[in-house]
Every structure is written in C-alpha cells, then in structure tokens.
C-alpha cells in the first residue's frame, strides 16, 4: 500500500512554481535575443536598401549626363529650396554635315548629312549649341527633321540656322530628362515631356499641367545637413579650356546613419 501511494503523487506547488519562473527566465532571453536580431536584420536591410538605390540613381545620372548635349544642362533649385532639378538632352547621333542652310546662307528646307543610322524622322537637328537657349529655345539652333533620304534631310519648311559649327558637327535629339531631388527624400527621374523654353516644374509634371512621366528612383535623401539646406546639384559651365562639370553632393540618411556622395561628372561633347 505505501508502494502504491508513493508512485501516484505528483509536482508538488513549490516546484511547478519554480519551473514557471524558470521556463519565463528562458522565455524572456531567448525572446529578447530574436527581437534584438530581428531588429539588425531590419535595420541592415533599409541600410542596405539605401545604399542599392542611390548607388543606382548615381550610375543612372553619370552614364546618361556622359551623353548629354553640349550646352543642356540647367538646374532649377525649387521653392524654398524644397527641392532641385537638373535638366538634360541627351544625344541620339552625332556626326558631320556637308552643307546646310546656314546664315548669311539663304533659308532653304533641305540639307546634307554625312549618313548616320540615328538619324530619324521626328528627331531634332542642332547645330552649334552654346547655350541652354540654343538647345531649348526657339532661336534658330534646332529645327525637327521630317524626312530622312541617305544623308539628305528635309524640313517642313525653309530653314535657318543662326551660327555654324566649326568642326561641321550636328546632333539629333528628341526629348530632355529632368533628375530632381526632394526634400521629402525621394528622388525622380521625368522624361516624355517635351521641350520648354522655361525649365518645367515637378509640379507641373505630376499634376499633368505638362505631360510627362515621373519615375521613383530612390529614397532616403536629405537636403539638411547640420540643419541647414544643402542642394546636392551644382554645375561648372564650359570654358574655351574646359568642358561642363556636374558636381553631385548628395546625403542620404537612414536609420540614424548618414552617408554622402561627392562625385563630379564630365560632359566630354563640345559643340
């Protein structure tokens, strides 16, 4: 009988309670250990994110301002310095030409080109860019082709350029693209809006004032460093002896860590 009563007792109240109070110490630390991982994890994937994005909108701004047309680039710094674009044309072809109409040569819709496989209808023939003005503008330095026969171009009407080039070179372009940065943190790339003698708006491009398309490029810039604004595009203009020089500063921050480019882009093309 004192066998049997032996085997059918149980835990008593002091040890299920001490178990309880060891199965939470183990809970809490092995809890606090994931949630202390998972945060690392968390934190070194937005890090990480970031990182990939500008890493990527800055290849993406250098390879495609590398073929920029001579004389493109003007940036617009935004209200209030909320924000900041830099705007460009890039090249579709570039080559010579034999003759054009060119002053004091009279207007004539037709002229000839060294052939080249870029060169298309719709396309806009430039000749001798030395300003924004010249590339934008309406002033006698750009004229859209309507057809192309070899190296023979016509336009839809007589014709006149201002200025000649003196090495003979033409470029074909088509639509500008706009990189702005924002005060927000994001970063767009617009383009299919056409030519604007005034350099368009952000705003005027997401609100469908002026067509465009606007592209999420990447995220978690900031404009304020050591709580003053600091824009992150400026621009070294050619000279007789040097080409344009973009200078690109951008600060990203993420998760308390800041980090900041300084990289100068060259646009080799000259008029």
């Known amino acids: 009988m004192r066998q049997l009563a032996n085997k059918s007792r149980g835990f008593t109240l002091v040890e299920m309670v001490t178990v309880i109070i060891i199965l939470g110490i183990l809970a ?15 934190n070194s994937t937005s890090v990480s994110q970031v990182l990939s994005q500008s890493r990527f909108v800055m290849e ?68 001798y ?31 006149q350029f201002k200025q000649s080039s003196p090495r003979l070179r033409y470029f074909t372009t088509q639509n500008p693209i706009s990189y702005c940065f924002f005060a927000d943190g994001d970063i767009k790339r617009y383009s299919d809006y056409g030519i604007h003698a005034n350099q368009p708006t952000p705003a005027q491009m997401d609100l469908g004032v002026i067509n465009g398309r606007g592209v999420l490029m990447g995220q978690g810039l900031s404009m304020l460093v050591n709580g003053q604004s600091v824009l992150p595009i400026s621009i070294k203009p050619a000279t007789l002896q040097n080409n344009a020089m973009v200078i690109l500063t951008p600060t990203f921050k ?4 800041t980090f900041k480019y300084q990289q100068q882009v060259q646009v080799i093309n000259v008029p």
């Open 254 to 257: 993420v998760n308390g860590e």
């Open 28 to 42: 809490i630390g092995v809890s606090s250990f994931i949630i202390f991982g998972t945060k690392i994890f968390i």
């Open 129 to 159: 860019p030395l300003s924004p003005v010249d590339v934008y503008g309406d002033d006698q330095q750009r004229f859209p082709i309507e057809h192309v026969n070899t190296g023979t171009v016509t336009f839809s009407e007589p014709i």
């Open 60 to 127: 993406r701004m250098t390879r495609e301002l590398r073929n920029a047309v001579p004389n493109s680039l003007r940036v617009n710094d935004g209200d209030n310095k909320t924000w900041q674009c830099l705007e460009f044309t890039p090249i579709i072809s570039s080559s010579t030409y034999l003759s054009m109409p060119i002053n004091p040569l009279p207007a004539s819709s037709q002229g000839t080109l060294v052939p080249s496989a870029g060169v298309k209808p719709g396309n806009n023939l430039l000749i």
